[in-house]
């Protein structure tokens, strides 16, 4: 039981549950620096976060060069696939709609399909706050 256990306090809270619904509604892999300018978080916390949801099994990473991409499994075990269809079924709340937001403009800054920028939060930017 300790592994399920382990899920469920993953889930309950508030950022990795923003976290997992940005990976969910994306349908992509995304680098902590996009998810911490899309959550308008520090990178520590982003990174403590998915942390957490990796060894929960929430989430899976893969290294390509300096960038780490997250994603959540292709084929998660039946308990996790459910936990997932959970938080994919979270009503659209102001706040994740401005996630999302932030997602779509961090994503426009892609390069070939990948992250090149690392983190921006927190720095000079015309629109940053135009959420």
Sequence with gaps: MTEQAEAFRAL??????????????????L????????????Q??????????R?????????????VYYSVPKKPD?????????????????????DAKNLDRRLSLRHNGKCTLGVLHGQPSGDKNAA
Excluded at 55 to 67: D, S, T, Y
Excluded at 82 to 98: A, C, I, M, N, W
């Design 31 to 42: 680098c902590c620096c996009e998810l911490t300018d899309s959550l308008e978080e520090p």
């Design 12 to 29: 309950a809270d508030d950022t990795r549950l923003r976290i997992l619904n940005l990976l969910l509604n994306t349908g992509s892999e």
């Design 44 to 53: 520590y916390n982003v990174s403590k976060h998915l942390k957490i949801l």
């Design 78 to 98: 039946a308990f996790r696939k459910g936990l997932l269809d959970s938080v994919r079924s979270l009503p659209e709340t102001r706040r994740l709609k401005k």
């Design 55 to 67: 060894q929960a099994g929430l989430i899976e990473g893969g290294q390509e060069g300096r960038w």
